[in-house]
């Protein structure tokens, strides 16, 4: 969100967290409309520092602005940002070292004068008078202010009601928190993806509940931003290593439908096209077709069997460009109650919840 007269936002902004480790989605983002770029703010996870990650981001289109996380990863020359010579925002934990703190301040001052603050509502739970010590220490050792940095409250895997339940009063009362210091903007970020999809039917679509929006909508009274793991589970090492089936991940206005095929028979290429038949001539498929995004196009083109069926990291990619793009629809829609934005300026805490 970027902050007009008074601290409002002139339009949302969406901050999916993405993961190194699941090649496609990267691809996804290298085919974002121009004019839907500066309205993404992707954060990129960094399982691995290798060629691959700093060529993918060099491939993303311009206007958008990526925030690499490397929190995972050994202090080292490798990870400090300001070395790899791509437009990046740094992403900052409470208990990162006052080297990394150091590097970290070099690359906001290199590129864009920004940094993001990832607070992990689960974990960081310190209280609110140790983590105003640890964000003033962050501010300290990287030289930024606090209106140079924005804010994530991370609420992780969010996959049932009771994990909605036990999110939303822990991350309004870090937002609560937040109020204290004048931070550019505050997005609330959430995984709604199960960790493994093997247990579904197969050859059937199968409806998934989006935890994460359902926690994000409870919490528009708040303005803040809304952000979360894309089409993948929040934790970070989940995955379906031994399931190989063709797998669609397709985005609805409150849910997910998943499309996992098996049928046998025929090459390969004709079981993959039978998934995006059924899919295209689902209720549920976007009502402008291949026009919707990049993603919507391949998987069209697959239905009328003008292309093979891809891999993986190719099925990930179409899911996630829809995904993206549907999430843009939604906070742009006029009566989206989430686009007042978020105001950081000193007040009561706002309690209560909004509207279902």
Same mark, same amino acid.
């Given at each position: 969100m970027v902050p007009?007269?008074?601290?409002?936002?002139?339009?949302?902004?969406?901050?999916?967290?993405?993961?190194?480790?699941?090649? &496609?989605?990267?691809? %996804?983002?290298?085919?974002?409309?121009?004019?839907?770029?500066?309205?993404?703010a992707p954060i990129l996870v960094v399982n691995a520092v290798d060629r691959s990650t700093r060529d993918g981001l060099r491939r993303l289109p311009a206007g958008l602005?990526? %925030?690499?996380?490397?929190?995972?990863?050994?202090?080292?020359?490798?990870?400090?940002?300001?070395?790899? &010579?791509?437009?990046? #925002?740094?992403?900052? &934990?409470?208990?990162?070292?006052?080297?990394?703190?150091?590097?970290?301040?070099?690359? %906001?001052?290199?590129?864009?004068?920004?940094?993001?603050?990832?607070?992990?509502?689960?974990h960081d739970r310190a209280g609110p008078d140790a983590d105003t010590t640890a964000v003033e220490r962050i501010w300290r050792y990287t030289g930024l202010a606090p209106e140079e940095c924005d804010l994530l409250v991370d609420a992780g895997d969010v996959?049932?009601?009771?994990?909605?339940?036990v999110a939303e009063p822990r991350v309004r009362r870090l937002l609560d928190w937040a109020r204290r210091h004048a931070w550019r903007s505050a997005t609330v970020a959430a995984g709604g #993806?199960?960790?493994?999809?093997?247990?579904?039917?197969?050859?059937?679509?199968?409806?998934?509940?989006?935890?994460?929006?359902?926690?994000w909508q409870r919490l528009v009274d708040l303005g803040v931003d809304y952000g979360d793991y894309g089409v993948g589970p929040?934790?970070?090492?989940?995955?379906?290593?031994?399931?190989?089936?063709?797998?669609?991940?397709?985005?609805?206005?409150?849910?997910?439908?998943?499309?996992?095929?098996?049928?046998?028979? &025929?090459?390969?290429?004709?079981?993959?096209?039978?998934?995006?038949?059924?899919?295209?001539? %689902?209720p549920h498929w976007s009502s402008v077709g291949a026009a919707f995004s990049w993603g919507d196009h391949e998987l069209l083109r697959r239905a009328r069997r003008g292309a093979g069926a891809g891999s993986a990291a190719n099925?990930?990619?179409w899911s996630t460009?829809?995904?993206?793009?549907?999430?843009?629809?939604a906070l742009l829609r006029p009566d989206d109650p989430g686009r007042s934005g978020w105001?950081?300026?000193?007040?009561?805490?706002?309690?209560?919840?909004?509207p279902r």
């Open positions: 007009a007269h008074g601290g409002r936002a002139v339009a949302p902004v969406y901050r999916p967290i993405l993961t190194s480790r699941r090649r &496609g989605e990267l691809e %996804a983002l290298t085919h974002l409309d121009l004019a839907a770029a500066p309205l993404v602005l990526p %925030a690499v996380d490397v929190t995972a990863q050994p202090d080292s020359v490798d990870t400090e940002l300001a070395r790899w &010579g791509v437009p990046l #925002m740094p992403v900052i &934990g409470l208990a990162e070292s006052e080297r990394r703190l150091v590097a970290h301040g070099a690359a %906001a001052r290199a590129y864009t004068r920004r940094a993001l603050v990832r607070v992990r509502a689960a996959c049932c009601p009771a994990d909605v339940r #993806m199960p960790p493994t999809l093997s247990r579904l039917p197969a050859d059937e679509p199968v409806r998934l509940e989006r935890w994460d929006w359902q926690l929040a934790l970070p090492d989940a995955g379906d290593p031994g399931d190989r089936l063709p797998t669609v991940r397709y985005t609805a206005d409150d849910g997910w439908w998943v499309y996992r095929w098996s049928r046998r028979g &025929g090459r390969g290429d004709d079981r993959f096209a039978d998934l995006c038949r059924t899919l295209v001539t %689902a099925w990930t990619a460009s829809h995904h993206v793009a549907h999430v843009l629809a105001d950081s300026r000193p007040g009561p805490p706002q309690r209560g919840r909004s």
